[in-house]
């Protein structure tokens, strides 16, 4: 079991985590079309940065994390590439959910 | 280092080692962007910076372009009162932005020479910033600058050529 502080820690990670996602998702009403998808990657690797913390980030998490980490700023500089990119985590996380029981 | 070094030197950095930057160095950082031309001279402009850990995080936390792990911001408002009194509409809507973007680029050229990296960023949400650095209304936030000093430098990207930038060139009659 969790002490309160590590909980309470937790609490204050995702409500970052929030910040961040909430402040994106204003940002993007105005910003490039691009950001959107970017925000989104970078949500989620965020999110199994944290889920890592709490033990419940498996092998395929802490992989997917790493390639989104090598990969996410091609939105900088390769449009093609970043889409590409996509294609290929929508491609792993799909075959994931193939080979995983309901 | 010649200026044209430097300016081909600067690169937008993320990723920095945990060495704090010095006190001395932030001053010359913001002597710097004094430095920088402004329209009328007007300067309606100020700056906050921030150095505490705890403080960067809530900043990055409402600012999703601040990436990385920067171990100072450089956060440039605009005075919108004082742009308006002396500049007007133009003043507070379009000039004293401009005067922050230069003053901005004046403190990453500077941070070149300190041995620093930087990034400009926009992507913040200013009400949020304005609410965590407890600013008085008339004082907006207009651009991050994110230091500290490099752990990875990123490759530079490809750059337009001369030829495809320069769209008329009207050439004296002794340039011919």
């Given at each position: 079991m969790k002490g309160k502080v590590e909980e309470e820690k937790l609490g204050y990670e995702l409500l970052k985590l929030f910040c961040y996602m909430i402040t994106s998702a204003r940002g993007c009403v105005e910003e490039p079309?691009?950001?959107?998808?970017?925000?989104?990657?970078?949500?989620?690797?965020?999110?199994?940065?944290?889920?890592?913390?709490?033990?419940?980030?498996?092998?395929?998490?802490?992989?997917?994390q790493a390639k989104i980490e090598e990969n996410k700023y091609l939105v900088m500089q390769d449009a093609k590439g970043f889409t590409k990119f996509l294609d290929e985590l929508v491609i792993d996380f799909t075959q994931k959910l193939r080979e995983s029981a309901a | 280092m010649q200026v044209f070094d430097i300016i081909k030197k600067r690169r937008s950095v993320r990723f920095y080692t945990d060495k704090a930057i010095e006190e001395d160095k932030l001053k010359k950082l913001v002597e710097a962007a004094i430095w920088a031309p402004s329209a009328g001279n007007i300067h309606a402009w100020n700056i906050v910076i921030v150095q505490r850990k705890q403080d960067i995080e809530r900043i990055k936390a409402v600012s999703p372009g601040v990436l990385g792990n920067a171990t100072a911001l450089v956060i440039l408002c605009a005075d919108r009162e004082k742009a308006y009194d002396k500049g007007g509409e133009v003043g507070r809507d379009v000039l004293s932005i401009m005067d922050i973007a230069i003053a901005a680029q004046n403190i990453c050229l500077?941070?070149?020479?300190?041995?620093?990296?930087?990034?400009?960023?926009?992507?913040?949400?200013?009400?949020?910033?304005?609410?965590?650095?407890?600013?008085?209304?008339?004082?907006?936030?207009?651009?991050?600058?994110?230091?500290?000093?490099?752990?990875?430098?990123?490759?530079?990207?490809?750059?337009?050529?001369?030829?495809?930038?320069?769209?008329?060139?009207?050439?004296?009659?002794?340039?011919?």
């Amino acid at each position: 079991m969790k002490g309160k502080v590590e909980e309470e820690k937790l609490g204050y990670e995702l409500l970052k985590l929030f910040c961040y996602m909430i402040t994106s998702a204003r940002g993007c009403v105005e910003e490039p079309k691009l950001y959107g998808p970017f925000r989104l990657i970078d949500s989620m690797e965020r999110l199994i940065s944290l889920l890592d913390t709490q033990g419940l980030a498996d092998d395929f998490l802490r992989k997917e994390q790493a390639k989104i980490e090598e990969n996410k700023y091609l939105v900088m500089q390769d449009a093609k590439g970043f889409t590409k990119f996509l294609d290929e985590l929508v491609i792993d996380f799909t075959q994931k959910l193939r080979e995983s029981a309901a | 280092m010649q200026v044209f070094d430097i300016i081909k030197k600067r690169r937008s950095v993320r990723f920095y080692t945990d060495k704090a930057i010095e006190e001395d160095k932030l001053k010359k950082l913001v002597e710097a962007a004094i430095w920088a031309p402004s329209a009328g001279n007007i300067h309606a402009w100020n700056i906050v910076i921030v150095q505490r850990k705890q403080d960067i995080e809530r900043i990055k936390a409402v600012s999703p372009g601040v990436l990385g792990n920067a171990t100072a911001l450089v956060i440039l408002c605009a005075d919108r009162e004082k742009a308006y009194d002396k500049g007007g509409e133009v003043g507070r809507d379009v000039l004293s932005i401009m005067d922050i973007a230069i003053a901005a680029q004046n403190i990453c050229l500077e941070a070149i020479e300190l041995g620093l990296g930087s990034c400009i960023i926009r992507s913040f949400n200013q009400a949020a910033v304005r609410e965590l650095l407890d600013l008085p209304k008339n004082i907006a936030p207009e651009l991050v600058v994110s230091l500290g000093y490099p752990r990875s430098i990123p490759n530079p990207p490809s750059r337009r050529t001369a030829e495809d930038t320069v769209i008329r060139w009207i050439k004296g009659e002794n340039d011919q």
